[in-house]
């Protein structure tokens, strides 16, 4: 991927992980209704951001090696 398709690619995780965020705060503040939720909601939440981190590491080390 170059510089820009992986700039993209964050901003577009960045939204999506920032919904998440919202959508578990919401569930969370809804305990204990729909706490069945709870453990999907929040791993997909570790997973977005979790790539996110990824591939901005993989980012600075493209553009450092620049």
């Known amino acids: ?3 820009e ?9 960045n939204s999506k992980a920032g919904q998440m965020k ?6 969370a503040e ?3 209704t729909d ?3 709870l453990m999907d909601v929040a791993a ?4 977005i951001y979790r790539q ?4 901005k590491q993989h980012l600075e080390k493209l553009e450092s090696s620049t």
């Not at 398709?5 to 995780?13: A, D, F, N, T, V």
């Not at 919202?22 to 569930?27: K, R, S, V």
């Not at 996110?52 to 591939?55: A, Y």
Request: charged share 45%; hydrophobic share 35%; proline share 3%.
């Open 52 to 55: 996110l981190d990824e591939i």
């Open 22 to 27: 919202m959508d578990l705060h919401d569930l």
């Open 5 to 13: 398709e992986l700039k993209r690619k964050i901003r577009k995780l």
């Open 35 to 37: 706490y069945k939720k």
């Open 30 to 32: 809804g305990l204990p």
């Open 44 to 47: 997909e939440t570790y997973e």
């Open 1 to 3: 991927m170059t510089v």
